[in-house]
């Protein structure tokens, strides 16, 4: 209730006058588009950033993001620290759920660590990209969209103040810049990990020492980004209207940003749907996957779908349990697992069968495209965006919210609500597979 507050607050105020470039109202659905998009950290737009919202309404829209990015209790817990009041039980176990922490103890001490690690790593981005900006739009125009896009890429928001040349996004003038593209992918990087594994590294500092989630989260990110990095580099090396027209440094570079950005990032340095099929099959793959549980990332999760993959081959194997790191997976939480990677999949075909229903005339795999980046709420899209009728704008709207929110929370919200408990078992039954 705290995000559905969160995105009607800031559609009333994106609908001000004040925050439009004209200086007119713009349409409420519009308003309420951008806030869903920017309260859900995933980056699709109906009007241009840059070009459609005064310096009001992107002050809005990067507050909607950073308060969607730390999350909802994260946020209120600052308020407590201003105020200087002491959490209760309630609040702590609500920002243990907030954060997808399995443990109370030391949980503000945590809290307190990731808002400061927070202030360092858009601090650090903002003041690289500052630098970098200034010769293009001068020290006040350049420190703006420093912050401005520093708190985006960490908070994996999808957001930028560049603007689009034609169908090439505005980020595409900065390919040559190393600075700039790999302070974002660092920032995204550091973003989609997860504010959990942040504390776990920065208090054990030895990968051995690591919990299973960090040590999981951290190499099937790595497995994934270099997977997509050297999978982009050979499909694409031949496409001149993605990285085919590129130098070789460019190239590596455009590859590299393309696989961390589809982990949630939303960013890019060349129009999407110039890629060839099998790269826009991985994208939609990656996108789903998506970041780390109690991240600013999207996505199933990339343990998820880890946990899931070393079940199945643990089960092809005849090994009923799961090992990891010399530690067993409770079985529930690979039924947790599966349940939600059912949950998003099966999110991810409905909406995009209802938007192919409702606007028949659009391309199907272009609708899935869409669909895919708004449940993982990355960003990545075909630019048919502002094409999107109002009932298929709801779809992704809610497809935006529930990526953010969690369909396990609400799934978990509904169980407690009916008090459901097991307290009978029927006799165990085999049947065929």
């Known amino acids: 209730m705290g995000f559905v507050a969160l995105v009607v607050l800031g559609a009333l105020l994106l609908k001000l006058p ?19 998009s920017a309260v859900c950290i995933t980056g699709l737009t109906v009007v241009d950033t840059a070009q459609a919202w005064s310096t009001f309404g992107k002050v809005v829209i990067l507050c909607l993001i950073q308060i969607g990015g730390l999350g909802f209790m994260a946020i209120t817990t600052i308020f407590f620290f201003i105020m200087n009041r002491k959490i209760g039980l309630s609040g702590r176990l609500m920002i243990v759920k907030s954060l997808n922490l399995n443990d109370i103890q030391g949980v503000i001490g945590l809290v ?8 360092l790593f858009e601090g650090f981005g903002a003041i690289i990209l500052w630098l970098r ?14 912050v401005f896009h520093s708190v985006s890429a960490l908070c994996n928001a999808g957001f930028n103040l560049l603007g689009d040349m034609g169908t090439v996004p505005g980020m595409a003038r900065y390919i040559d810049d190393t600075a700039v593209m790999i302070t974002l992918a660092v920032l995204v990087f550091v973003g989609g990990i997860g504010f959990f594994v942040w504390d776990d590294v920065f208090r054990k500092r030895s990968f051995r020492r690591l919990h299973v989630h960090s040590k999981l989260a951290l190499i099937i990110s ?41 982990r949630s990032g939303g960013l890019s340095v060349f129009d999407q749907v110039s890629l060839v099929g099998i790269s826009r099959m991985l994208t939609i793959l990656l996108m789903l996957i998506g970041g780390s549980a109690g991240s600013t990332a999207g996505g199933i999760k990339n343990v998820t779908v880890g946990l899931v993959m070393i079940s199945a081959v643990n089960s092809l194997r005849g090994k009923a349990n799961i090992s990891v790191f010399r530690r067993t997976i409770p079985p529930s939480q690979v039924i947790s697992a599966v349940s939600i990677m059912t949950a998003v999949l099966a999110s991810w075909l409905l909406g995009t069968v209802v938007i192919a229903f409702v606007q028949p005339a659009l391309p199907f795999g272009e609708v899935l495209f869409e669909t895919a980046s708004a449940i993982a709420t990355c960003g990545l899209s075909f630019g048919i965006t502002s094409e999107l009728v109002p009932a298929s704008q709801a779809v992704i709207m809610l497809l935006m919210f529930f990526g953010r929110i969690g369909i396990m929370t609400l799934g978990m919200a509904s169980l407690f ?14 049947v065929m597979m």
């Open 417 to 430: 609500k009916r008090g459901i408990s097991e307290k009978t078992k029927h006799p165990d039954e085999w």
């Open 18 to 36: 004040i925050s439009s470039q004209g200086g007119e109202a713009v349409p409420f659905l519009t308003a309420l588009f951008t806030s869903t």
């Open 112 to 119: 307190r660590r990731v808002l400061l690690g927070t202030l």
């Open 133 to 146: 900006f200034v010769p293009e739009f001068g020290y006040a125009g350049g420190l703006a969209r420093g």
């Open 222 to 262: 790595m497995i994934l980004i270099l997977t997509g990095w050297v999978f982009f580099y050979f499909t694409e090396r031949s496409n001149p209207y993605t990285i085919g027209a590129m130098t070789q440094s460019e190239a590596v570079l455009a590859s590299l940003f393309q696989s961390v950005m589809t």
